[in-house]
């Protein structure tokens, strides 16, 4: 039996959700705690905060969910802009500020995000890594309940969790917008769970769509319910007219797409189940109503259908409204930058898309690579980016030039496409013709969208200031345009020491209990290996079933990074009716060639004991 470790003590720049109290694990003891370890802008990290929702409503008086925020990009640094982001996206639980990552360390966490579990006497009995734990961490947190009630160890009651004070604006976190026919503005209207229309102005408020609180309910406008809602695509109108409805929303936390009667606001579910989507890659049509989704972040009416972004699995998917069918449409699951046919390409979190004038082409931005992709011909290409740990503010050749997490595009008559570039607080613009970059405005708010008028004025949407905001006249001219050579960033993280030669990776997976392996539908596990740089691999690169895998690393390649993605089948065991399981993890391993260091990486899947 191995002995139990001691919890590392809470130590951060700050406490956010505590009413000004910092809090150490003693004040803690008593409770069974889940240390989240979570960065804002990784859509696995959400998930996981909408996976634990459940979790702290039924076990209030006994469990302390406490996020540790371990920063990726430079702008998560920010402590305004992490107040900013728990407040977005409804975290109701003490949040530590880790801006240097020293708990990520001391917790030994991995990826983001990861799960680390204290009992209430204040030992670690289990760390998970990924998404997906939400049903084995009730059966542990039950096993714990039953333990600690007989020591006497358990204490019930309130939590240390102090909600912060509800502000007063007419928009709160802001997602994407789009131009209605009678000149008024429709917006997504995230953290107020609703769709809100706008007059022309960009700031009077005409109606609301929704009733304002989370949900997931259709009918009327004043009834229905969303939760966190992102991208809005308006229908032609011979798709409108056979649909029944004007609008598609991306209802992005309840992983479906709603219909909008824009007439009279009625809104109906079009897509999605309303489950997650854990399944196999596929190119299949299917009926839209069957298919499980996974945070669909944008839309964009392209090659006569709707194109999703779908930021949960790092895919673009396609909806036919007439036929009531979807599908997946570029990409493989894979987080990583890699272009080609659409149904190779790797992409990172696409968050926001537009198409050109001339219809052609669709423009990406795949925020968790800082890039701007694209598809035309069904090939992917990139205009800007360098990969998922490379980014800065830098103008000049698309070739060197950096951006910061974008989450929006807007595509421009001439043949340029502006980003609005979230973290950097900036609209930039690319030129294909120049294939340069350059930044046309800065000082803004987390601007995650942008829409262009009839009259040529360009609206952003600020969503950290919750507002739209007009660009000045002239920003869009060569002369309005500046060249910024700003900060270079490369995410860094301690480096695996790997020798050269032959290395065992082996990543560790452990059903939750009462699940076992399932091979219904064919093998229960399934591994892909890439490096970047690829000569950082001689062999091992690719996909296979098995979870251990021989590599050669190159003894000439100084380091790198091994990306790295497992994910397993279970099921219930022993039921009736089992259900089905996928748990599934993406890893950007930081890894240095060293003589000597040690020939087996061993990556945790689930882990359900320290």
């Not at 910092?22 to 069974?32: E, Q, T």
Request: charged share 20%.
């Amino acid at each position: 039996m191995s002995a139990r470790v001691r919890a590392p003590e809470l130590r951060g720049r700050g406490w956010l959700n505590t009413g000004g109290r910092d809090l150490k694990l003693s004040d803690l003891r008593g409770k069974i705690v889940i240390a989240d370890f979570w960065t804002f802008c990784c859509i696995n990290c959400l998930h996981v905060l909408d996976e634990l929702r459940p979790l702290e409503e039924k076990y209030g008086d006994v469990l302390v969910v406490i996020g540790v925020h371990s920063p990726k990009f430079e702008h998560e640094k920010d402590p305004d802009a992490l107040a900013a982001a728990v407040e977005r996206y409804g975290v109701h639980h003490p949040v530590l500020d880790d801006p240097e990552l020293d708990m990520w360390q001391q917790y030994a966490a991995r990826a983001w995000p990861t799960l680390s579990v204290i009992d209430p006497e204040g030992y670690v009995v289990a760390t998970m890594a990924g998404e997906g734990h939400a049903e084995g961490l009730a059966r542990l947190v039950d096993d714990l309940i039953a333990t600690h009630e007989a020591k006497g160890t358990l204490h019930r009651g309130d939590g240390p969790y102090v909600p912060p004070a509800e502000p007063e604006t007419t928009l709160r976190f802001p997602g994407k917008a789009v131009l209605l026919e009678n000149g008024n503005l429709l917006v997504s209207d995230s953290a107020r769970h609703s769709l809100a229309e706008l007059a022309s102005d960009g700031e009077t408020l005409v109606r609301r769509i929704g009733a304002g609180t989370r949900g997931r309910a259709d009918g009327p406008a004043g009834a229905a319910t969303f939760s966190e809602p992102q991208g809005l695509c308006l229908l032609p109108a011979h798709a409108a007219e056979v649909a029944g409805y004007d609008l598609v929303v991306a209802d992005t936390v309840n992983h479906l797409l709603r219909g909008v009667r824009l007439a009279d606001g009625e809104v109906v579910t079009v897509a999605g189940t309303g489950r997650q989507w854990r399944s196999t890659v596929d190119d299949h049509a299917h009926d839209a109503l069957s298919v499980d989704l996974s945070s669909p972040w944008d839309l964009a009416w392209y090659d006569d259908r709707v194109v999703i972004a779908m930021a949960g699995i790092h895919q673009l998917w396609w909806f036919d409204p007439v036929k009531r069918t979807a599908g997946m449409y570029a990409g493989t699951t894979v987080e990583a930058l890699r272009d080609g046919p659409l149904a190779e390409a790797w992409m990172a979190q696409p968050s926001g898309l537009s198409v050109s004038a001339d219809g052609m082409r669709l423009w990406i931005a795949d925020s968790e690579t800082s890039a701007i992709r694209y598809v035309e011909n069904d090939v992917m290409g990139t205009a800007v980016g360098q990969g998922l740990f490379d980014f800065g503010h830098v103008d000049g050749p698309a070739s060197s030039a950096l951006l910061q997490h974008p989450l929006g595009v807007c595509a421009l008559p001439d043949g340029s496409v502006l980003i609005a570039d979230t973290y950097n607080g900036a609209v930039r613009r690319y030129d294909p013709e120049g294939d340069r970059v350059s930044t046309v405005a800065d000082g803004l708010a987390e601007p995650s969208d942008l829409v262009l008028t009839p009259a040529g004025e360009v609206l952003v949407v600020e969503s950290a200031a919750h507002r739209l905001t007009r660009l000045a006249p002239g920003a869009l001219s060569a002369a309005g345009a500046s060249t910024v050579d700003g900060p270079r960033h490369r995410t860094e993280r301690k480096p695996t020491d790997l020798a050269a030669g032959e290395v065992t990776l082996d990543v560790v997976f452990t059903p939750a209990p009462g699940q076992k392996l399932d091979e219904t539908y064919g093998p229960s596990t399934r591994l892909v290996v890439s490096a970047s740089p690829p000569e950082l691999l001689l062999e091992g690169a690719g996909t296979g079933t098995e979870l251990s895998r021989r590599l050669v690393v190159n003894g000439d390649v100084a380091g790198g990074v091994l990306q790295v993605t497992a994910q397993a089948a279970t099921c219930d065991a022993d039921v009736e009716h089992a259900a089905c399981h996928l748990t599934r993890q993406d890893w950007g391993v930081p890894v240095r060639v060293v003589d000597g260091a040690t020939a087996r990486l061993p990556l945790v899947l689930r882990g359900l004991d320290a």
